[in-house]
């Protein structure tokens, strides 16, 4: 599942090269990234729109700001075997995404988080110029409210987690990660990467991504 600001086609590149390994995939697109009043609960039900019909175990990445909605529809959702946080928010009940950085609660949220000034700095520090570029035109606005809507589920099922660091990361710096990472009771990997590593290193992405789902699923 895609992060703030950006669609599944993010994983493109990553998809393919799954696909070409025999891995099936599936992704969403979270209605938050460019809808004023999607915030986190409507995002958990596409994430869980996107599992029905699954058969057999199901993998769920959740990159950057995903990690909210699919947090909560873990409980949910029996199909899910492992979830991997890619540089992604593991937030605890009651949190929210600018909660955990310290900003204050908005009682009405409304209107849109824009596209950091920035971007390419912020998301695409490591990716080739032209894809770079390519990623920001399709960048869109990102509900306020998806930041300041708190995690209200937490799983009642014990579900293996995977936490992958970015350490190159300026969108979520790693000592942020790192604490996100030791939230989960699982193993953490590290990609000397930026925040996009679909777009950056797809490759050193889609092996880890197999390996995560190999051992899930063995």
Request: one cysteine or more.
């Amino acid at each position: 599942m895609h992060g703030a600001w950006h669609g599944s086609w993010c994983w493109d590149r990553v998809r393919s090269l799954l696909a070409a390994d025999g891995w099936a995939t599936r992704v969403a697109d979270l209605p938050s990234a460019g809808q004023e009043t999607a915030g986190v609960q409507e995002d958990a039900r596409e994430v869980l729109r996107g599992l029905e019909g699954i058969e057999g175990p199901v993998v769920v990445v959740a990159h950057s700001y995903a990690g909210v909605p699919v947090a909560q529809v873990v409980a949910e959702a029996p199909a899910i075997a492992h979830v991997v946080y890619l540089t992604a928010y593991r937030l605890e009940v009651g949190e929210t995404v600018l909660g955990y950085h310290g900003a204050a609660a908005v009682p009405e949220p409304r209107g849109f988080r824009p596209v950091p000034d920035d971007p390419v700095a912020a998301f695409y520090g490591d990716v080739p110029p032209r894809e770079a570029e390519a990623a920001v035109a399709r960048l869109v606005p990102q509900s306020t409210k998806s930041f300041v809507e708190p995690l209200t589920s937490a799983s009642r099922r014990a579900v293996p987690s995977t936490y992958v660091v970015c350490e190159r990361d300026r969108a979520l710096r790693p000592a942020l990660q790192e604490d996100m990472a030791a939230r989960i009771a699982g193993p953490v990997y590290r990609l000397p990467s930026h925040h996009s590593p679909f777009l950056s290193m797809p490759g050193a992405c889609a092996s880890l991504f197999a390996r995560i789902a190999l051992e899930a699923t063995a």
